[in-house]
């Protein structure tokens, strides 16, 4: 079994930044890929950046430039930094890890963006 446990979240104003920590436990493989999806209230979640064991990433359009997703494989920990916030960014942001064909998700953590 794999959990992950995020943290990091919170209230930062409209330009702030916020960095936030996903670390997973339990039968983590070598090979996986982690991954950052956020859901604001009444929106689909959706991707928000990816990165491989490699290192490889991708980000959604919506915060290329302005996020970066990084990954300790030592600790099996995941960040996202964000900087440059804008309200639209404000959701509930979820760890996801994906490994051997199973999908693993974190409980969130809020992050709200004041204008």
């Known amino acids: 079994q794999v959990q992950l446990v995020e943290s990091g979240g919170g209230l930062v104003q409209t330009g702030g930044s916020l960095r936030l920590s996903c670390a997973a436990s339990?039968?983590?493989?070598?090979?996986?890929?982690m991954a950052w999806y956020r859901q604001a209230p009444g929106k689909q979640r959706e991707l928000v950046a990816i990165?491989?064991?490699?290192?490889?990433?991708n980000y959604a359009d919506s915060v290329k430039g302005r996020f970066t997703i990084s990954r300790d494989n030592a600790k099996n920990t995941v960040y996202l930094q964000m900087n440059s916030l804008k309200y639209e960014d404000t959701a509930v942001y979820y760890c996801?890890?994906?490994?051997?064909?199973?999908?693993?998700w974190g409980q969130g953590t809020q992050v709200t963006v004041s204008s």
């Open positions: 339990g039968s983590i493989f070598s090979i996986n890929v």
């Open positions: 990165i491989t064991s490699g290192g490889s990433t």
């Open positions: 996801n890890l994906d490994q051997k064909l199973r999908s693993y």
